[in-house]
């Protein structure tokens, strides 16, 4: 391609929105335009590079058993009235009507199509396992859409399902997308952990998320600093040691004014205590009814254990108004005389806690010298904190490290989920009728090209790894006024492009500087320069990751080249 007819604007000012090197840098570098908030056109490089890794994620596929369908963006509400996911999806989900009048969403996922697709047209046990998947754009309406694709509003997802007859089919379908997301991520040249998740209300080790490690990452991802455990901070199980003595104060318990010593810090301050003395109480709202979690004052609510144990759909901090409805007044929170229903829930390490202050849950008082068990009973003591730094491995007893992760890929035990839900059914051996078992699994496809370009940059652009960069090599005549530099890049360029190689050929009529810069920020694997030595026929190679480069005479080009592209890829 010749660069004086691409449309490639790239940029030296950094764009006011973009908080963060992959998005400053996408749009500098000309590889997308935002239309509005979360919504983005994909220019001409930036498409090359999507299309590189769809064709990675394609293969891996296809070579995985699974077959691409295309299901349509545009979904009516009634199958998600089915799954009862039209009210449980809330805000993210657009929904828009026709002109009849008649609900439809635009799909954020496609468990409910594919379900109905299966459910119509497939019932026997002999056309299973199958595994169904496509390349396709998709739409959730983000609170916060942020860092460019990373999280936006419409983004392009590779989605596939799985239905198998049995649970260990499922395992199987399940293992071999795992293998193929390894492949995949690795291809990409991501630098990935693939780590333990939440998999809310059907439990056990059902899910999986692929992690491209990076600080700008929104999940924390809890791993062994020994053994290979790693998990999502909202999953990563915490060990409880009784404490071998709990002393146990004998003092009553004590009614104490705090007038506006509210948080841990303030409580501390006055009290002139660790934060490990205090309860804290937090109040949600799980479902329809209310719920009070304690956690030791040192340590952190983990809101998604919180959720599993009470079981809940939707689970959130109860709001002001609910608060002041339930009498409870914020910041003077604790387990004691709580309305009629209110149930409460506590971490196992308060349990050992001997001598506390909690919330009286009476405007400016807390209680001292409080003892769990004691002065307040709970429904149940649970692993309801979030795990932290130093804390012990619950596979191998090792210590336990923080890192922070961009979720690019998914894998996802369903189950009877969707199956059951909207009748999706098969004839077995014996020819009864029995749910299929399903699985899930997605991975980012737009969010993978950010996550690339974050882990693969420095401060003059992008350094593409072979395998995604939108073109293989640039060729960069330094004046294209001068005839021969002109020619000999030409005559290059062709050779190049016949060798099997994607060439990109700066042939504007620009200052060596601009060129030079644009290329770094580009960020192409090799840059071949063409500059004053053209006229013995030798050119300047470098490599654009180690900054590697060396003058080389055309003859021997190819070979060079070969040997830079066979340690790269
Ligand atoms: P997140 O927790 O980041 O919102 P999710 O759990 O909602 O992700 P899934 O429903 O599992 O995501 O979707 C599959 C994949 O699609 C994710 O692993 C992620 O790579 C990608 N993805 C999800 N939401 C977005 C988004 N708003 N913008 C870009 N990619 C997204
Ligand atoms: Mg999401």
């Avoid at 090359?48 to 349509?72: F, N, T, W, Y």
């Amino acid at each position: 391609m010749k660069q004086s007819k691409l449309f490639l604007p790239t940029l030296r000012e950094v764009p006011a929105e973009a908080e963060i090197a992959s998005h400053q840098l996408m749009v500098r570098a000309g590889l997308m335009r935002q239309l509005v908030s979360g919504v983005y056109t994909y220019l001409p490089l930036g498409l090359r590079v999507l299309r590189k890794v769809q064709e990675i994620v394609r293969e891996e596929m296809d070579r995985a058993g699974a077959q691409e369908i295309s299901m349509p963006a545009i979904q009516p509400a009634e199958l998600w009235q089915e799954t009862g996911r039209w009210d449980a999806y809330g805000p993210e989900l657009m929904r828009l009507k026709d002109r009849h009048h008649r609900d439809f969403v635009l799909g954020p996922t496609h468990e409910e199509v594919v379900t109905s697709l299966v459910r119509d047209n497939l019932n026997t046990y002999k056309k299973l396992p199958i595994n169904l998947y496509q390349i396709q754009t998709k739409y959730r309406d983000e609170v916060r859409p942020r860092f460019g694709v990373i999280r936006s509003r419409e983004f392009i997802m590779k989605d596939a399902y799985s239905f198998d007859v049995s649970r260990e089919g499922l395992d199987k379908s399940y293992q071999s997308m795992y293998d193929a997301y390894t492949r995949i991520f690795t291809r990409a040249g991501l630098t990935f952990r693939a780590v333990e998740a939440d998999a809310g209300a059907i439990g056990g080790k059902g899910t999986h998320e692929f992690m491209a490690l990076s600080e700008i990452g929104e999940d924390t991802i809890a791993y062994c600093t020994s053994c290979d455990y790693a998990a999502n901070l909202e999953k990563a199980e915490v060990v409880y040691k009784p404490v071998a003595e709990r002393t146990v104060t004998e003092a009553p318990m004590e009614k104490v004014p705090t007038p506006g010593v509210k948080t841990i810090e303030q409580l501390m301050n006055h009290f002139n205590m660790e934060a490990r003395q205090f309860i804290k109480a937090l109040v949600f709202k799980a479902d329809d009814r209310f719920v009070v979690a304690l956690v030791r004052g040192d340590h952190e609510l983990n809101d998604v254990k919180l959720k599993n144990l009470v079981d809940a759909n939707v689970l959130a901090m109860a709001t002001e108004e609910e608060m002041k409805k339930l009498g409870i007044p914020l910041g003077f929170v604790g387990p004691f005389h709580l309305p009629e229903g209110v149930e409460v829930y506590a971490d196992l390490a308060v349990q050992d806690m001997g001598s506390a202050v909690a919330g009286a849950n009476e405007k400016d008082y807390h209680y001292t010298h409080v003892v769990p068990g004691r002065d307040f009973t709970v429904q149940a003591y649970a692993d309801l904190r979030n795990i932290v730094e130093g804390d012990e491995c619950s596979r191998c007893g090792g210590h336990i490290a923080f890192a922070r992760g961009i979720e690019v890929g998914h894998v996802f035990k369903l189950g009877t989920r969707y199956s059951e839900k909207m009748g999706a059914k098969f004839l077995d051996e014996n020819g009864k009728e029995q749910p299929m078992i399903m699985g899930c699994y997605g991975i980012g496809i737009s969010r993978m090209v950010a996550a690339c370009v974050e882990q693969n940059h420095d401060e003059n652009g992008i350094i593409w790894p072979w395998s995604l960069a939108p073109y293989h090599i640039h060729v960069v005549p330094v004046n294209v006024k001068n005839e021969e530099q002109k020619q000999l890049a030409e005559s290059i360029y062709e050779m190049l492009g016949r060798a099997g190689y994607e060439v990109l050929l700066d042939d504007r009529p620009e200052r060596a500087g601009v060129k030079f810069k644009d290329a770094d920020l580009i960020g192409l694997p090799i840059r071949v320069t063409v500059g004053g030595k053209a006229s013995e026929g030798i050119v300047e190679c470098k490599v654009r990751k180690t900054g590697e480069s060396q003058d080389v005479h055309v003859d021997e080009l190819l070979a060079h080249i070969q040997h830079f592209a066979t340690s790269l890829q």
